[in-house]
Structures are given as structure tokens and as C-alpha cells.
């Protein structure tokens, strides 16, 4: 039986992208699969209800028929109440769910019986690398935040040397070299700047410095499960401290990113390292939305103390749209081949190691056991 997927249009405030570009779209149409667009849907990220008609997709004005009619709904952001009332028991819906802080959206996705497929839980394995959304949207938040600093900084990145003199290169910090930190450094360094970067995890020093950055190192290896950090003890903590004061203090433009999975992010730079920032000094905090790198950071604002700037972004790969978008949809592309199969059709069975770990609500129960757990305790 065809398999009819749908593409609503994202309505969460700010939101731009869009789960399918008509690139996917025609090769899943090519594979024999069915795709329901809302129109729309494509609008804010730059691709044209003509371009999904092109690609052989259909596209719905009525958006409960979307939610109605489809067996697998494709999000970005997790649904809302009024979505998750549209669809019907049994249709699986794939996203970002951003389950442990979307609580009350998981315990209505199980009332309503739905398969729910939570992006964010994709295990961080080798075979599951080309669905991994957390890495195609940090990666775009790392290029966009260096392009944020850039602009708020009075200064060139770049040395010059022009006929009205010779421009010092600025330098640019990194806090946190994961895939977002990576990428900053990255641009950061096409740019024209001196960058610096730090980690706790030891192994991102050989990847910072094939960047042609400089690695700030403690001697610390945080490595944690899974390739990730652990929280520092409160003497790592002081040593973290005393080295990264002089660092903070010299740079022009500071990225943060750090961040321990489940955890609030890590605090580095307090407010007496930023009184110690040159005037025109900008710092941009990743992880603004997750309790924030700089204890000054204010979500979604731009604080200015003294000169210096610290800018708290949200949802930053939605300010790149048009890529975001691509990337994410090329991600679920990979994802929807464990879920769709020509044996199969929708399968059924999640017993695949990826399907297991990402499934987050299956008949009538929360089957990711942290969140049901937290679900447990605030008795939802
Ligand atoms: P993340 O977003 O959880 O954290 C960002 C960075 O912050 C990490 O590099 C972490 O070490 C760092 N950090 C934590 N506490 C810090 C502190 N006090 N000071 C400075 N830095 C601190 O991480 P991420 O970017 O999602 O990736 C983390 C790891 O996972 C990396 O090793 C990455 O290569 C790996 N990874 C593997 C795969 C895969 O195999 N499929 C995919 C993506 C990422």
C-alpha cells in the first residue's frame, strides 16, 4: 500500500525551515511513496509551492487534511495541541520533540496514541550518522553565530593592509569545540581571524588544531559516555576559571557552545570576566536557550554593559533557512529508509537499534524511559 507522507507548514513563532525541500521530495515520489505539502510550508525557507508540484508532491491548502490523511507527519519543531488533535491514533510523527522540556506535548501525543520519533534521541553511531540532525543543525548555528559576532564587532576580522594603513587581525575565542564550535572556528578562520578555542575533551584539541586554531588546554580529559563531556569537579572548575580569564580578556569576538547532554550548560565566563572584555568586544552564547554559557546572557536579547555586547540567539539554524532545511531534510531522507521499506511499506516492527533509541511515544505509552520518568514525577 502507498505510504502518504505529510509536510505541514512550521507555526512555532520564529520558526522558518521546513521538514522535506522538493529535492527529497522527488526522490521519495520517484520511490513510490505519496507527499501532501501544506502550502506554504516552504515559503519562509525559499522553496515554492511550485517547486513541491514539480517535484510530485501535492500541495493542500487545508492543513488538517495534512495532519488528517498522512500516515507519517514530518515536523521540525514538536506538534502543538491543535496538531496533535488533528491527526489520527497510529500515525507516526517525526521531529525534534525536545522531549525532557516538552513534557506536556510527549503525555499528549501518547493520550492521542500516536508513534512519536524523536530526532534529538538518534544514537550517535556510525550507521545513524547521515540522519543526525543535532550535527547538521549545529554545524549551521556555528557558521551563523560567527557571522552574528562579526556583525556586532566595530572591528575588521581580517588582517588588512591598504593604503590607509595596516589592520590588526581580531582575535576570535571558542568555547566548547563540539560540531557547533568546530564549524565557528571554521569560519571564524576563513574570515581572517586569530582563533583560540577550548575543550574540556582532550581528542578535540587534534581537531581544533587541524582547523589551524590554537588549542587552550587543561590537564583535564572530561571525556564522558558516548563521546561526550561530564561536568567538571569544583577544583576543575577553578583551574577552568584562572585560564580562561586571560583568554576572555584578549579576544575581540567570543563564540560559546558548550554544553553537557541533560544537563544546564556549563557556566564559563562570569560577570567579572566579562568586565575584564575590551570595549566593542562581542561574546554570542550558543547556548543561550539551555541556561547560557556567560551568566550575563539573556535568551533571544542583546545585552550592552560597557561596551561590550553579548548576544543571546535562539534558533539559530532558523536564521539560515533555505540550508537548514536542505540538510535536516536530507537527514529524515536516511531516517525514513528504516521506516519505510519496498518489503514492508510503513514498518512496524522497531526493534532496529535506531528506531528503538528515537521512539519516544508508541501505543498509548511513553517507551523513552528518562522522560518517563520525569513524566512519573510530575504525574502528567
Ligand atoms: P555538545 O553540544 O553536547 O557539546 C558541545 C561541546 O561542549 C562539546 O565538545 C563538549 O566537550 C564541550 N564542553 C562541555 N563542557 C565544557 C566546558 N566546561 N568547557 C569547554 N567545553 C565544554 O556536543 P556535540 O557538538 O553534539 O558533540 C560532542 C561529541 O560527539 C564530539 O566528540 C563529536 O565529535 C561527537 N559526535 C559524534 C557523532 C557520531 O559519531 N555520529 C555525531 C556528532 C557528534
Known amino acids: 500500500m502507498t505510504v502518504r507522507i505529510g509536510v505541514p507548514t512550521e507555526v512555532s513563532p520564529g520558526e522558518k525551515r521546513v521538514a522535506l525541500v522538493p529535492e527529497v521530495v522527488q526522490h521519495l515520489t520517484k520511490a513510490g511513496v505519496e507527499v501532501v505539502v501544506e502550502a506554504g ?42 496538531e496533535i488533535a488533528q491527526m489520527k491514533p497510529g500515525t507516526v510523527v517525526v521531529a525534534l520533540m525536545n522531549a525532557s522540556r516538552n513534557l506536556d506535548g510527549v503525555a499528549k501525543m501518547r493520550d492521542a496514541k500516536l508513534v512519536a520519533f524523536a530526532l534529538e534521541l538518534l544514537p550517535r553511531i556510525t550507521r545513524a550518522q547521515s540522519m543526525d540532525v543535532l550535527s547538521s543543525q549545529a554545524t549551521v548555528a556555528g557558521y551563523r553565530c560567527v557571522l552574528i559576532g562579526a556583525s556586532l564587532c566595530p572591528k575588521f576580522l581580517p588582517m588588512l593592509t591598504t593604503a590607509a594603513g595596516t589592520i590588526r587581525p581580531s582575535k576570535v575565542l571558542v568555547l566548547g569545540a563540539g560540531v557547533a564550535g568546530l564549524m565557528a572556528i571554521a569560519t571564524a578562520k576563513r574570515l581572517g581571524a586569530i582563533v583560540e578555542a577550548y575543550d574540556v575533551r582532550r581528542a578535540a584539541g587534534e581537531q581544533v588544531r587541524s582547523l589551524g586554531a590554537k588549542f587552550l588546554e587543561l590537564q583535564i580529559n572530561a571525556e564522558g559516555s558516548g563521546g561526550y563531556a561530564r561536568e567538571l569537579t569544583d577544583d576543575e572548575k577553578k583551574q577552568e576559571q584562572a585560564m580562561l580569564a586571560k583568554a576572555v580578556g584578549e ?130
Do not use: W
Request: charged fraction near 15%.
Open 251 to 380: 579576544a575581540d569576538v567570543i563564540i560559546t557552545t558548550a554544553a553537557i547532554p541533560g544537563r544546564k550548560a556549563p557556566l564559563l565566563v562570569r560577570k567579572e570576566m566579562v568586565a575584564t572584555m575590551r570595549p566593542g568586544a562581542v561574546l554570542v552564547d550558543l547556548a543561550a536557550e539551555s541556561g547560557g554559557n556567560c551568566e550575563l546572557t539573556k535568551p533571544g536579547e542583546n545585552v550592552v554593559l560597557d561596551g561590550v555586547t553579548i548576544a543571546g540567539p535562539l534558533n539559530l539554524p532558523s536564521q539560515l533557512p533555505f540550508h537548514a532545511s536542505q540538510m535536516y531534510s536530507k537527514n529524515l531522507e536516511s531516517f525514513l529508509t528504516l521506516l519505510i521499506t519496498k518489503e514492508h511499506g510503513l514498518v512496524t516492527d522497531y526493534s532496529d537499534e535506531i528506531l528503538a533509541a528515537s521512539l519516544l511515544v508508541s501505543n498509548g505509552a511513553v517507551t523513552h524511559k528518562p522522560t518517563a520518568d520525569l513524566l512519573a514525577k510530575g504525574a502528567t
Open 41 to 82: 510550508a516552504g515559503a519562509a525557507s525559499r522553496y515554492p509551492d511550485a517547486a513541491y508540484t514539480a517535484a510530485g508532491a501535492q500541495v493542500l491548502s487545508d492543513r488538517s487534511q495534512v495532519f488528517g490523511t498522512s500516515a507519517v507527519v514530518l515536523k521540525v519543531q514538536p506538534p502543538n495541541p491543535e
